[in-house]
C-alpha cells in the first residue's frame, strides 16, 4: 500500500495511524477555532482530528495542538551556526519550518555555498527551503567572491526545496527597470519573488510591485506595511537582533486585521536564538502585547506557508503535513512536544538527536584580504564638514549625517569625545587591496577597535575604531582566523571568536559562541560601546542596498542616490 493510500485508510478508520496525538484542543488555522479530538498522523501527514485507535500516544489532554512554527525570511548564516546546531537551538523551541535567504555563503563562495546549504539540510529535524539569492553582489558598489547570474540561480532552482527569487535588495535597479536586474527576476524554475523595498513609497513603490515582487520585510512603520499590503504584497514582520519592527507589524494587525502578514527573524545572533528564542519569542511577545493568540499563530504557520505557496505546511488538517507542537498554555510558547514530519523529535526542551555531516574543505580559508598599513586607512585631508554614518537604535537604516571632525597634520581622524569613530572596509575575496573608508556615529567606542568578517552582503571585513593601531590588529587577527570577530585595545586584540567556516560560522556549539559573543560585547562595553548587538549593528553598515549612507570596500554610498560620494560634504 503506498503512503498516500495508507494515509487515506487511515482517515477512512480502516487502518492504525502510526502516531496519535491525544485529547487536545486542536487550532484550525483555516477558521481560528480550536476543535476537540485526537490527532491521527500516517506517513508523515495528518490523517484527521477524531478518534483514532493504534498507534504511538502522545497524551495532550489538557493541552493545545498547534502547527509547527515558520520563519518566513531568515538568513541562517546570522546565526553564526551550522545548520545541524542552528536547528538544536530552534526545534526545542518549535520550528519546525525556515524559509532561508543563504545571499551571506552565496557572497562567499558563489553558487557552491548555496547548494552545500541545500546538501547540509537535508537530514535535519527541520524543514530549510532555499530561496535562491538574486543579489549577488547586493550592488555593485560591494565586491562578492563571484556574482551569482540567472543560469547560476537556475541550476539552483532545479535542487529540491529550493522554491524561487530571494529577496530582490536592488530596488532602484528594479525601478529602473534594468535588464540584468528584472533578468533575475524571471528566472525559470522560481514560484515566487521576495522583495526588499525599504522606506519605498507611492509610485516607486508601484513600479517595484508591479515587476511581480511578492513580499518585503524591510519596513519600519504601519503605516509603510500598509502601503506595500494595500499593493497585494505580503507583510514580513520583522523582529531580528538588531531591527526590532515587531511592534510597527502588531499595530498594523490591530488596526487592520493578519491578513497578508507572516513572521520572520531576517537575521537573529546565537545569543538572541538562545536567551530569547526564535519564531516563539515573537508569538510571545506578540500576544503579551494584546494581539489574540489565534491572530498571531496564523501568522507563525498558515501565513508564512501561503506566502512561498507551500501548500501542505502550516495547518493541522487531512493531508497536511505532520508538523506540530503540544503547548501546555497559549502565552509562553514553549513545546512540551515537537512533530515534524509525523516523528517526535523534541521533548521538554530537549533538543534532537542527529549526526552532522562534515564540513567541507572549500568552506574554510576564505579570508584573504591584501595587507592593510596604516596608509590604507588614512581618511586624508577632506576640508570642511564630512558626511557621517548615524546609527539609528534598533533599525538597519542609518541616517546620512554631518559634522566638523577633528584634524592632525590637516587629516581627519577619528575623535571619542564626539562620538566620531573610524570604519573601514577591507575587501578579502581578491587581494585587490581595495578599502573603503568613513566615519561613524551612535556607537560610544572611546577606545579600541572592533571588527568582523560578516559584513552584510559582500562580507569583507568590517572594522570600525579609535585608534589605527587596534583597528590593524584586528584585520590582522580575523586574516589570521580565517574569518570571525576580534576585539583590541592598544593595539593589542583582547578577544576573539573565530568563525572559520566561509567566515561566517562557527564549528562550536551554540552555547560556546554564545559565551565567546557575551566576552566581546562586556568588553566593547568597558570601551563605551552601549548599542545592543554591536557586532550585529557593525555587519550591516556595509551593506550598500538600506539607506541612507553606508561605506563598501569602494568608499561612502549614499543609498537614496545610488552613488559613491566623497567624504567632504562639498567634495
Known amino acids: 500500500m503506498t503512503d498516500r493510500a495508507q494515509l487515506i485508510a487511515v482517515a477512512r478508520g480502516d487502518a492504525a495511524p502510526d502516531l496519535v496525538v491525544e485529547g487536545a484542543r486542536v487550532f484550525c488555522a483555516f477558521t481560528r477555532e480550536w476543535l476537540e479530538g485526537d490527532v491521527g498522523i500516517a506517513g508523515g501527514r495528518v490523517a484527521g482530528i477524531g478518534t483514532f485507535e493504534g498507534g504511538e500516544r502522545v497524551d495532550a489532554r489538557g493541552r493545545f495542538v498547534v502547527p509547527g512554527l515558520i520563519d518566513a ?34 557572497n ?11 546538501d547540509a539540510t537535508e537530514d535535519l529535524p527541520l524543514r530549510v527551503f532555499v530561496m535562491v539569492p538574486s543579489c549577488v553582489p547586493a550592488s555593485a558598489f560591494e565586491t562578492a567572491y563571484r556574482a ?23 530596488f532602484p535597479g528594479v525601478v529602473a527597470g534594468d535588464p540584468d536586474v528584472l533578468a533575475r527576476i524571471a528566472v525559470s524554475g522560481a514560484t515566487h519573488v521576495d522583495g526588499h523595498a525599504p522606506q519605498l513609497r507611492g509610485r516607486r513603490l508601484d ?53 497578508l502578514c507572516a513572521l520572520c527573524t531576517d537575521d537573529r545572533e546565537p545569543d538572541t536564538l538562545t536567551r530569547e528564542g526564535h519564531i516563539d519569542a515573537l508569538c510571545r511577545d506578540a500576544v503579551a502585547a494584546g494581539i489574540a493568540v489565534e491572530d498571531v499563530l496564523v501568522m507563525a504557520t498558515l501565513h508564512a506557508a501561503r506566502c512561498h505557496r507551500l501548500d501542505d505546511l502550516g495547518a493541522v488538517a487531512p493531508g497536511f503535513r505532520a508538523d506540530l507542537l503540544v503547548l501546555d498554555d497559549l502565552t509562553s510558547f514553549r513545546p512540551s512536544v515537537v512533530v515534524q514530519d509525523g516523528r517526535v523529535v523534541a521533548r521538554d526542551g530537549a533538543a534532537p538527536a542527529f549526526a552532522d555531516p562534515p564540513v567541507p574543505a572549500f568552506l574554510h580559508g576564505t579570508v584573504r584580504p591584501a595587507p592593510v598599513t596604516a596608509d590604507d586607512l588614512a581618511l ?100 589570521a582566523l580565517g574569518g570571525g570577530l576580534a576585539v583590541a585595545r592598544d593595539g593589542a586584540v583582547r578577544a576573539e571568536l573565530a568563525l572559520p567556516v566561509a567566515g561566517l560560522l562557527s ?33 550591516f553598515l556595509a551593506l550598500s542596498v538600506i539607506p541612507a549612507l553606508k561605506v563598501t570596500d569602494y568608499g561612502l554610498v549614499d543609498v537614496d542616490r545610488f552613488a559613491i560620494v566623497p567624504l567632504a560634504v562639498d567634495g
Request: charged residues 25%; negative net charge.
Open 108 to 118: 562567499v563562495l558563489g553558487a557552491d555555498g548555496v547548494h552545500w546549504i541545500l
Open 73 to 106: 525570511h531568515m538568513h541562517l548564516e546570522s546565526s553564526k551556526l551550522l545548520p545541524g546546531e542552528f536547528a538544536r537551538v530552534v526545534v526545542p523551541r518549535g520550528t519546525t519550518s525556515v524559509v532561508v535567504d543563504p545571499h551571506e555563503v552565496g
Open 380 to 479: 586624508g585631508t577632506a576640508d570642511g564638514r564630512v558626511r557621517v554614518i548615524d546609527l539609528v537604535p534598533g533599525e538597519l537604516l542609518t541616517g546620512a549625517g554631518e559634522a566638523q571632525p577633528a584634524r592632525r597634520d590637516g587629516e581627519v581622524v577619528a575623535d571619542p569625545e564626539l562620538d566620531l569613530a573610524k570604519i573601514a572596509v577591507v575587501e578579502r575575496h581578491h587581494r585587490s587591496g581595495r578599502v573603503g573608508r568613513a566615519l561613524v556615529r551612535g556607537f560610544g567606542l572611546r577606545a579600541g577597535a572592533f571588527a568582523s568578517t560578516v559584513a552584510h552582503d559582500g562580507h569583507n571585513i568590517v572594522v570600525v575604531g579609535a585608534d589605527d593601531a587596534s583597528m590593524l590588529a584586528c584585520v590582522e587577527r580575523l586574516t
Open 507 to 539: 564549528e562550536a556549539p551554540a552555547a560556546e559562541v554564545v559565551e565567546r559573543l557575551d566576552t566581546l560585547t562586556a568588553l566593547l562595553a568597558e570601551q563605551g560601546v552601549a548599542v545592543a548587538s554591536p557586532f550585529m549593528a557593525l555587519s
Open 148 to 170: 551569482l547570474g540567472p543560469g547560476d540561480m537556475e541550476g539552483i532552482l532545479h535542487r529540491r526545496r529550493a522554491l524561487g527569487v530571494a529577496e530582490m535588495m536592488n
Open 207 to 259: 513600479a517595484y510591485v508591479a515587476a511581480g515582487i511578492r513580499s518585503d520585510h524591510e519596513s519600519t512603520t504601519w503605516e509603510e506595511m500598509l502601503d506595500k499590503r494595500r499593493r497585494g504584497m505580503w507583510v514580513l514582520v520583522r523582529d531580528a537582533s538588531n531591527a526590532r519592527n515587531l511592534g510597527a507589524g502588531l499595530e498594523l494587525v490591530r488596526r487592520y486585521g493578519p491578513e
